[in-house]
DNA sequence: CATGAATGAGTCTTCATTCAT
DNA sequence: GATGAATGAAGACTCATTCAT
């Protein structure tokens, strides 16, 4: 018993590190992604990053294809997360709220994200498997959503989806030059008010009312 | 006097099919590169499309990246001529027009306009030198728009900075998919009832009013 | 400690492997070098001789060029060997000595040589590099080994500058058939001769003498 | 009878344009052969310096190596000139006149010579057809000479064979530096200077003697 | 004959992947 | 499991030669 105890424990030592290790080669490769693009990064600089033997990259990974894809899985659970409280959202302030937190947490693992978009042009596995399926949800949650409230008699009778394409659009929009690396990661405050803002025109419109 | 217009006829003939060629070379090259972007492309493949020899693509550019380069800057021209138009709108009809017109602009090389975008992601010599400028100088001249009107009492008073932003990705987004290859390119009716519907989400937000 | 020594043991083997092989490559080399000239032999020949692959001479030079100027630099170490003893010559016997010995160093390592002989004639580093200054310093040694004999009366006061360069040319002439592989090497017993005459001819001239 | 001369006339003019052009172009590759090497010269490069099209060289030379032989075979009837004049050495004199005038010679056409004697340590064709026999030539009426003199009791019995190689190497080396565009080509007077003090440690050596 | 664009075989070099240690 | 040298297929680019104008 006490063996097997022993061998348990170790076990279990040892599969922690090997996640601890996966896990560094795949931050690593995700920042050089981030920095050289996944083309242009060889798996030496991969290596080199993770301090780990070329070799060894394929000890925890098929390729460097398949590097790219754990990246885009793993960016895919951290979206996820968020996009699961689109289809909760009943008020103007639940949307606000989340467009801040969302716009938090895909800067908050920048270079995974960065990768992701940049591939997704042009790389149609990662484009079908991790894009489309994912947005296109939050497209008909938005829709589901705008097309509630105009019934509701909230909302004017806009085309609903057009409109959750342009909303979408205003969202999306802010992040790119930060994905990008020509603007900086916008603080708290800035997430704040940019969301307000957001949801603001959206709600409202730029046009002056009489009411 | 007749061998003079005898050599400057045939130079002529010559000048065009040597810029013809090398207008074909291009189009060849952008058709390939936005089928499998620019890193997955050979130059034999480019050179296969365009029905050439693989030396003959280097008669014309200095290599493969030059191709991309030239197919930016042909994307560039094109684009300019859009732009220069922002500075000119003047009612909600102009702005309307405008984004079917850019639409189109933008959908009628498709080639060429997806190469760009997928590059640009990649490539810091294409963001800074076909970017970076001209969007910045268009986001500027939205916010003078917005600001203009804010002053003159027609819009509520936003923030310029933000809101230029998203009336930028509102009008971008749509846009995106189609580039992409995931929806086909929007027929002239659907051009303009998008259009149409992205002005009025500006102009008036989604929420019902009772004025 | 067993597993450092361990270690230290296989880094030296690992290193001692590398070492040969990388030598390996360079003699590959400078033996195709010598039969088809630099640069008419091709990356894949090389690799042949040497029995690697054509990506390995990559992991051992930075590229074709490399290979050439290690090879040079190899010869270099060579030929400095016996130019150090220039200037210990102090009688007859020991120049008949030294230019035995040069031409025997000069036909040990004859694709080495042949090599750096042949390329001179084109490659502006190398003769900068490899040749100038270790040919430069012969000379003034032998330069000031003729002044020096002038002055105590043993020599005739010959040129001194135009006498040395000949002197050079009558040690360096017979290499070239060899070199160029239209001799074949000397045995010792020609290189005696030859060393032996090469001193009498600068001595005493062709002349017949009433002394 | 007029038109037969006619057509004589011009076609002795063609003819001669011809042989003008042809001798422009060799010209012109021997300059650009002695910059960059034969090797590292591109046939577009020669057609610059001839102020031709590419294809003209084609018009001439059956191509690239053809206009290398055509260098060497040019500076062969140079050189055989000189070389003819060997054999009707007499005194010593006629020796330091030949000499220099042999010097001057290689001078003269200095790219011509410096293509032919780069070539040559590469090229197995040039070697054989343009430089073995011309060399053996000289070599066999050196010997003779020697061996002529020594029965006459005019030179001492040295060996005829290492001599007359030795005494190539006094009158080569020197040209050596001037072919590499080491050292610029010498004038008149050094020429003489150097043919007499060359001719003078042939025929006394360096040593004082008593007589 | 002159021209110079077209050709494509031939090179050097890179790099993902394998495998012996 | 870790290592990093070996591999060789693949790719960008060059350039002597051809040939239509």
New binding site residues.
């Given amino acids: 018993v006490a063996q097997t105890t022993n061998r348990n424990r170790s076990e279990g030592r ?1 599969q922690r590190r ?1 996640e601890r ?1 996966r896990r560094r080669i795949l931050e690593a490769a995700a920042r050089v992604f981030a920095r050289k693009s996944y083309a ?5 600089e991969i290596a080199d990053e993770a301090d ?9 990974f ?4 398949e590097i790219l894809l754990a990246i885009a899985s793993e960016t895919q659970s951290v979206i996820d997360a968020v996009l699961g409280e689109v289809s909760t959202i009943q008020s103007r302030e639940d949307m606000v709220a989340l467009a801040e937190k969302g716009l938090q947490v895909f800067i908050s693992e920048l270079p995974f994200t960065r990768t992701l978009f940049a591939e997704v042009w042009v790389d149609d596995v990662i484009l079908q498997e991790f894009f489309i399926d994912r947005f296109q949800r939050i497209w008909q949650q938005l829709q589901r959503f705008i097309t509630e409230r105009i019934e509701a008699g909230i909302f004017r009778p806009v085309d609903p989806v057009l409109t959750s394409s342009m909303v979408m659009g205003i969202f999306v929009i802010p992040i790119i030059p930060v994905l990008r690396g020509v603007n900086s990661p916008p603080t708290l405050e800035e997430r704040c008010a940019w969301a307000e803002a957001a949801v603001d025109l959206i709600w409202d419109g730029v046009r002056v009312r009489k009411d």
Avoid: F, M, W
């Fill in positions: 040892r090997i290790r242009q990064t060889t798996t030496k780990v033997a070329e070799g060894t990259l394929y000890n925890y098929g390729g460097k294809r």
